[in-house]
């Protein structure tokens, strides 16, 4: 007997390191669960497809993932990037050493385009600071991150508290913005679906949470204003007390990608049904017997 086909959603996602995380059974990954209960409970086949070039614009992102793969709709989240690039020396790796640079929009904070300076390596940028870093494995993300302390503050913590004293924080929510409308003018175009995600209340830093919550504040304000489905994520810990990361404070657990699955679900379902359902725009002539 042949097995019943099912109607296929194709969701694409422009996201961060929680939609293929390491470490973690993928049957436990948000996209998974997601998948788990549209099949159940709608009987249709969600396929995903995610897009990883994280350094590249999300406009960018979204034509690479297109050019690769037909998609229903696209699920953007909006990562704690703003948080990193609200700090007064800013990090970039090469290969396994790390590089500190003077902010470069500390003193042309009226400017954006932090991926075009970081797509050039930092030319013409001189770096404050070397060291040799190792990349971190999943079994790390079940340690508390190590970090160097001045007195009672981390050193990652002064950096950011002292670029947020300067305007930093304001200038990366604006930074943000202009590429969140970016992707929404080129999916618009394409008239996909785009379902906004946001931050998620990380812990690796005390101000971490406090830049999420801007971020998400902005994010409902043009999600309002565009008429785009928006998730939040503003939750440390699950109905059941369970924290939702891991001992890192920024990877999630897999309570973490239960309670994602749960906010995304109530978007999620009613536009795939819709999709799946709606008329073909090239209907089959009727067939007549002779």
Not at 184 to 207: E, F, H, K
Request: charged residues 20%; positive net charge.
């Amino acid at each position: 007997m042949n097995a019943v086909r099912l109607p296929q959603f194709r969701l694409g996602i422009i996201g961060g390191c929680l939609s293929h995380q390491d470490g973690m059974p993928l049957s436990t990954l948000y996209h998974r669960q997601l998948a788990a209960r549209l099949k159940n409970e709608y009987g249709i086949k969600l396929t995903v497809h995610i897009t990883r070039a994280f350094d590249r614009p999300y406009a960018e992102r979204l034509e690479t993932l297109l050019a690769e793969h037909p998609v229903d709709a696209v699920l953007l989240h909006m990562r704690s990037a703003a948080a990193r690039k609200s700090n007064l020396l800013v990090r970039h790796t090469v290969n396994s050493e790390a590089r500190y640079y003077l902010h470069p929009f500390l003193f042309r904070q009226h400017q954006v385009g932090w991926h075009q300076v970081q797509q050039q390596g930092f030319a013409g940028h001189w770096p404050l600071l070397r060291r040799s870093v190792q990349l971190v494995t999943a079994k790390q993300h079940h340690e508390p991150r190590p970090g160097v302390k001045v007195g009672r503050f981390r050193v990652n913590d002064l950096n950011r508290v002292i670029g947020h004293a300067l305007g930093l924080a304001h200038w990366a929510l604006r930074d943000e913005m202009a590429l969140l409308d970016d992707v929404i003018a080129a999916a618009r175009a394409r008239q996909l679906p785009l379902l906004l995600m946001g931050p998620t209340l990380a812990q690796d830093s005390s101000l971490l949470p406090r830049m999420a919550n801007l971020l998400n504040r902005h994010l409902r304000i043009v999600a309002e204003r565009e008429g785009l489905p928006f998730v939040p994520l503003n939750a440390l810990q699950d109905a059941a007390g369970q924290s939702l990361f891991l001992p890192d404070g920024t990877h999630m657990s897999v309570h973490g990608h239960r309670y994602v699955a749960d906010q995304v679900w109530p978007l999620l379902a009613p536009l795939a049904h819709t999709i799946v359902t709606r008329p073909s725009p090239h209907p089959q002539p009727p067939h007549h017997a002779h």
